[in-house]
Nanobody
Framework: VQLQASGGGLVQAGGSLRLSCAASGRALSTYRMGWFRQAPGKEREFVAA????????HYTDSAQGRFIIYGDNAANTVNLQMNSLKPDDTAVYYC???????????????????WGRGTLVTVSS
């Protein structure tokens, strides 16, 4: 299974970026897909996720109202539209996928099975 993320880059504060991720692999079926981020010297943290069976979306407080997660369950793709970006959003963003939600904490890195390599987002002030 491979997750390929794209869309990172350099943007000024207040600007927008869209991250995209595609998961591929034989007979892959994802229950949930999402994004985490890791800033220099910090732990990887949850940003947003979408659960396919009920369409529910989940956001960290800092992303709520600024970021939108959406995707295509059948195609195993997920996008993150990031608006009103701030310098604090600067980080490497990782796409992730879970094959089940059973006893999984969607806000924790341990709740996911597969990870992409990450794409760098830099927001200048």
């Amino acid at each position: 299974v491979q997750l390929q993320a794209s869309g990172g880059g350099l943007v000024q504060a207040g600007g927008s970026l869209r991250l995209s991720c595609a998961a591929s692999g034989r007979a892959l079926s994802t229950y949930r897909m999402g994004w985490f981020r890791q800033a220099p010297g910090k732990e990887r943290e949850f940003v947003a996720a979408v659960t396919w069976n009920d369409g529910n979306t989940h956001y960290t407080d800092s992303a709520q109202g600024r970021f939108i997660i959406y995707g295509d369950n059948a195609a195993n793709t997920v996008n993150l539209q990031m608006n009103s970006l701030k310098p604090d959003d600067t980080a490497v963003y990782y796409c992730t996928a879970a094959t089940t939600g059973l006893r999984r904490d969607l806000y924790s890195v341990t709740g996911y099975d597969y990870w992409g390599r990450g794409t760098l987002v830099t927001v200048s002030s």
